[in-house]
């Protein structure tokens, strides 16, 4: 039995970015949200594009305002008004001023703003009541960025804030990587599709639905094999089509020491290498990790990964979160980001475990007052007891020698959003 770290260190190296220049797609920018950037984005172009006002008032040489109060003000001749989106007309000479708005293009001659609640107008004359600062309220042309620069490294998830970015620089075709392929398939003679009346002993294929919702919430391309009965043939072929057609292989149920646990040696069958066989960790023990190498009937990448998920619900979603949404992230593209990240916070109440196993605990991560604060979900921390996993976003961890965590003190948290 490995180790949760031992077994974490395994996986993410197992697990490679898609290829940069084999695993991409062109597509329009309207499309990016959400996709992740295959190669860095230069752009042509200077921010600002030009030297513009960054106020609504007058533009004007600093030399001829240098000395301006209330007292005393500097009155100008105001030779043109620039409005954003025009070209200015005329050069600004000594005693002159241009009326400008926000975003105008600055005219030539004037290198300083005054905003317009510094000044009096009447008719074409300005009078400047205070001095400026040099340049004041002037946005220079390429003082955020210069063309030719790095605008953004490739590897990060496209949001709003880098959309506008890439709108403003006119990429409108982007290359990103494909979407990650993710074959998932249930494994138990006991399971039915939840539109079938139950039979003594049946139980509904849960893991279906929400592994369905964990991987397609991650932007993957889904391929839903269903349940496959506890038959080895089957399930080899099962098995057989999910590696050939997937980046990432999902199955849950089957893989523990049972009569009709098979699946390592239909892994080794199919040429798979298995990594992990238990993990030390409450709930998911039972957790198999293999890969599958040099696939030369593939379509899309060489290496697939195979997760054999525990079969008890709460096992199989505590399982993903922990190992496989990282590793499908990870297979996504993003540079950064990927890994679990932990917070410290204070738990409401104890936790206890047998300090054998690294124990998660689900419940309510909680803003009170400013400070989190962690909940464990009422009722029995069973890994078959799915109901009070409802409604949690977080799992607290206990780690391998520690027995209690007492109220109120520090807890590790992992966050759930999905
Ligand atoms: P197994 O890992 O196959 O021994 O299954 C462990 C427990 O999880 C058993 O009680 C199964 O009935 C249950 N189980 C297995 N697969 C699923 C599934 N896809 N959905 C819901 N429960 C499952
Ligand atoms: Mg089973």
Redesign the pocket.
């Known amino acids: 039995m490995l180790s949760v770290s031992d077994t974490e260190n395994i996986i993410f190296n197992l697990v490679q970015p898609l290829d940069n220049q084999r695993d991409i797609e062109l597509i329009d920018l309207l499309a990016a949200g959400d996709r992740i950037l295959a190669s860095p984005i230069t752009s042509q172009l200077d921010f600002p594009h030009w030297d513009n006002s960054a106020m609504d008032g007058y533009a004007m040489r600093f030399a001829d305002v240098q000395a301006a109060s209330a007292e005393k003000p500097v009155i100008l001749e105001i030779i043109e008004e620039i409005p954003a989106g025009y070209q200015p007309q005329s050069t600004i000479k000594p005693g002159q001023a241009a009326r400008i708005f926000t975003g105008a293009v600055m005219p030539k001659g004037a290198d300083t703003v005054v905003m317009q609640e510094s000044t009096y107008r009447e008719g074409n004359r300005v009078s400047i009541l205070a001095t400026p600062k040099p340049q004041q309220f002037v946005r220079h042309r390429a003082a955020y960025y210069q063309a030719g620069s790095q605008l953004l490294p490739e590897g990060i998830i496209l949001k709003a804030a880098e959309i506008a970015v890439l709108a403003a620089a006119q990429c409108i075709e982007l290359s990103v990587y494909r979407r990650p392929r993710v074959a998932i398939f249930?494994?138990?003679d006991?399971?039915v599709t939840p539109d079938q009346p139950l039979q003594p002993g049946q139980?509904?294929?849960?893991?279906?639905y929400a592994l369905f919702h964990l991987v397609r919430q991650m932007g993957a391309e889904l391929l839903m094999l269903g349940?496959v009965k506890d038959e080895p043939e089957k399930l080899k072929q099962v098995l057989a089509t999910a590696i050939n057609n997937a980046d990432v292989v999902l199955s849950?149920?089957?893989?523990?020491v049972?009569d009709?646990?098979y699946i390592e040696e239909i892994i080794e069958s199919l040429g798979g290498q298995i990594h992990v066989r238990a993990v030390g960790m409450k709930p998911g023990k039972?957790l198999t990790v293999a890969s599958f190498e040099n696939n030369t009937d593939k379509t899309v990448g060489n290496r697939v990964i195979y997760f054999g998920l525990?079969?008890?619900?709460v096992?199989?979603l505590v399982t993903f979160w922990r190992f496989v949404q990282p590793s499908i992230k990870k297979l996504s593209g993003l540079s950064q980001g990927w890994k679990p990240e932990f917070v410290e916070v204070r738990s409401l109440q104890e936790l206890r475990s047998d300090g054998k196993r690294e124990t998660y605990f689900w419940g309510y991560l909680d803003l009170n007052n400013g400070v989190y604060e962690f909940q464990p979900a009422g009722g029995s921390h069973s890994s078959?007891n799915l109901i009070n996993l409802a409604q949690t976003n977080a799992l607290a961890m206990v780690p391998v020698g520690t027995r209690l965590i007492p109220a109120q003190a520090q807890v590790q948290v992992l966050r759930i959003d999905s």
């Open positions: 249930s494994t138990g006991e399971l139980i509904v294929d849960s893991n279906h349940i849950s149920g089957g893989v523990s049972g009709y646990d039972p525990p079969g008890n619900p096992s199989a078959a």
